[in-house]
Structure formats: C-alpha cells, structure tokens
C-alpha cells in the first residue's frame, strides 16, 4: 500500500517540484496540496494522509501552529518539516510541536523520498545539517539567547506579528481574544527589549527569523 502524503507549501512551483520527485516513487501517492496551514489542517482531519511535508512561513496560522493541530487531530500522521530555517529556534520548536522529521529546502530529491519512508516507519529524520546545529547545541547546554524566553505560543505570535499580521487577525487565527494576543505582544516586547512591531521585525532579522524586507500581511505594525 502506497505511502499517502499531504503537500503544504505556499509556492505552488515547490509543490509541482516535490509532487514530481514524489510521482517519480514506487510506494508514494501525492493524496493532496495545501497552500496554507488552515487548508493543511483541514485535510489532515479529513483526509488522514500518512505523512505532511510542511512548510514553515505560510499565510494564516503557519507551518509551526498548523504542525501542532495536527498532532492533536490526526495523531497517526506523521509531519516532516522542509524550511528554508536550519538554525534554531525553529527546528528544536518544530519538534517540540509534533514533526517527526526536519529538512531544508536546499535538500536533494533522493533526501525528500528517503525522510518519507524513513518517518513513515516510525522514525525521526533530520537532515544532517539540522542535526548537528541540535547536537551542538545540546552539548553546550543551549545558547543563551533571548528566544530562549518565549514559550510556544509566545512564539507562534511572534512569528504572525512580524509577518505582518495585526492583533485582530492574531485572535481570529489562532482563536484567542484580542485582549490575550496583546498581552502576549506585550510580553514580547518585554521579553526581548524592543518598544514596537517594527523593533521586533528588527530583531527577528537579527536572529534569522525573517528576510529583510517589509511586513506586509495585514499593515505593517497595526494593533
């Protein structure tokens, strides 16, 4: 029986790539596409795919929050992760969320199919740059950086924040009252010593978090 997987990605020319290194499998099946961590949620509770190739930075809710609701409604599937982020706090987060696996988009073809099987199976499978980034750090006990602070979901609004979306848009998404959203921003700034979106933004430059360039989401900053 075929391994049956759910594409998420919000570049339809990545899924066309992935579909066609996939088609080319023995034993794989593309069940469907999905362009946004709602859709990639939906379908996992409909469709329950096997395995999720999930990007991160997405419209809506994002690879990180869409990786946990599937954890929660469809346990049996398995997510493996392709980003563009190697470096942390993404891959350690994304873990912590439920993928069973972590690969970077500059991975070969051969690697995709390999992360496939191999999770399917009921092992983890990180791509060999992300796993010594995590064994290094493990050895050093960790770096010692702000990001370190944030708990998840302080995260998961970090990362809405700085791609633009504004509070309003926050709660609705992620089903928390607006008042909640802005105290968790506010904690933010808090937490990583900067007075507005736009120094957040900054800062997630600063850590690789984000490719310079404008928030465009909603409006840039709006609360």
């Keep these: 029986m075929s391994i049956r997987v759910l594409l998420v990605d919000d570049h339809a020319l990545v899924r066309t790539g992935i579909r066609h290194i996939l088609d080319e499998s023995t034993g794989i099946e593309v069940l469907a596409e999905a362009s946004s961590g709602e859709d990639a949620v939906d379908m996992a509770r409909s469709e329950k795919p096997d395995v999720v190739l999930m ?10 929050e869409a990786t946990r609701k599937i954890a929660a409604v469809a ?8 980003s563009v982020h190697a470096s ?3 891959p350690s987060r994304l873990m912590e969320a439920g993928a069973q696996g972590y690969l970077t988009k500059d991975c070969s073809g051969d690697e995709i199919v390999t992360a496939v099987r ?3 199976a009921g ?13 290094d750090s493990l050895l050093s006990g960790g770096k010692d950086t702000p990001l370190d602070q944030l708990s998840q979901r302080e995260l998961q609004v970090m990362l ?3 791609q ?10 992620l089903f928390l009252s607006p008042k909640t959203v802005s105290t968790y921003r ?15 933004a900054r800062f997630a430059i600063r850590h690789g978090l984000l490719e310079e360039g404008p928030m465009d989401a909603d409006e840039p900053g709006k609360a």
Excluded: C, W
């Excluded at 990007?55 to 990180?64: C, F, S």
């Design 186 to 200: 506010h904690r933010l700034f808090q937490k990583l010593d900067v007075e507005n979106d736009v120094g957040l």
């Design 123 to 135: 092992e983890r499978y990180l791509a060999a740059e992300i796993a010594r980034k995590l064994a």
């Design 55 to 64: 990007d991160v930075n997405m419209p809506g809710i994002g690879g990180m």
């Design 160 to 162: 809405m924040i700085i």
């Design 118 to 120: 191999r999770v399917h």
């Design 75 to 82: 346990p049996e599937t398995k997510v493996i992760v392709v």
């Design 88 to 90: 942390d706090p993404y």
């Design 164 to 173: 633009g979306h504004s509070v309003q848009s926050i709660s609705d998404k």
